[in-house]
């Protein structure tokens, strides 16, 4: 039997009991015959003040993953998408595709999280080097991020943090904000700006930086989506997020 509303693929998204941006994010580019299904990792309060506290912070992120993955694979999906930020940054490459493997292996599906769809995103978009980062993390995350990207083979030439303490308050930066953070560490000398942080509301401010600028702008978001529809079939083309989801 088919689902009659995801009669084309029923995606699993895990995130952070926090987020209120990936579910909105991923509802308005999902294409028709698609259906989206959160399943939530419960994250107790926490201010982030020390880097003890930040560490605490991703390694019960982690810790929850797969009561989360066991929780959404009920609905019986095709695809799980992690929609979460840091944590697939955290360890590097390896370490990554590692978490990747283990967490698809334990869901019986394709998964993909944001680490693999920006590295396919950049892959797609070809001739990027030198790029600038936009986080909201306080600093030790920045450095994992910046080292991850520095492993995969990029400059990380210039990084703008947000540096929120709560995972609730990076999805209150505005656009204004965000738009200003794009003009901040662009230039000449940039191939390409990626934003990390999935509960940061960056997709379309992405998108109209990216048409307005002439160089990619990649959302974590978006590049996710995108590489979880692309690998499983789904070639519909999107308009309003950017060249990943409306060309390729």
């Known amino acids: ?10 995606i699993a998204i895990v995130v952070p009991s926090v987020n209120t941006v990936v579910q909105p994010d ?4 999902r294409p028709e015959g698609v259906t989206n299904h959160l399943g ?7 201010v982030l003040e020390t880097d003890a506290d930040f560490t605490k912070h ?11 993955v066991d929780q959404v694979m009920r609905v019986e999906p095709d695809i799980l998408i992690m929609g ?17 493997q283990r967490i698809e292996a334990h869901a019986g599906v394709p ?24 986080t909201p993390h306080r600093p030790l995350g920045d450095e994992r991020v910046r080292a991850y990207f ?5 400059e990380a030439v210039h990084l703008k943090s947000f540096n929120c303490l709560t995972g609730v308050a990076i999805a209150q930066v505005s656009e204004d904000e965000l738009r200003a953070a794009i003009d901040e560490v662009d230039g000449d000398d940039i191939d390409a700006i990626i934003q990390v942080g999935t509960n940061l509301p960056m997709a379309q401010v992405a998108a ?17 989506y995108w590489h979880a529809l692309r690998s499983n079939g789904i070639e519909d083309k999107i308009p309003g997020f950017g060249r990943l989801l409306e060309t390729w």
Do not use: H, Q
């Open 84 to 100: 979460l930020s840091l944590e697939a940054f955290w360890d590097g490459v390896v370490g990554a595709e590692d978490l990747l």
């Open 111 to 134: 998964t993909t999280m944001g680490s693999a769809g920006i590295l396919c995103a950049l892959d797609r978009y070809g001739g990027i080097s030198r790029i600038s980062l936009i």
């Open 40 to 46: 939530r990792i419960i994250m107790p309060k926490l």
């Open 26 to 29: 991923y509802d308005s580019m």
């Open 1 to 10: 039997m088919v689902d009659t509303l995801g009669y084309r693929k029923k």
């Open 208 to 224: 109209g930086a990216e048409s307005e600028l002439g160089k990619p702008v990649i959302a974590i978001n978006t590049a996710t």
């Open 150 to 154: 520095t492993e995969a083979g990029y």
């Open 58 to 68: 991703v390694e019960g992120m982690r810790a929850g993953i797969f009561d989360a």
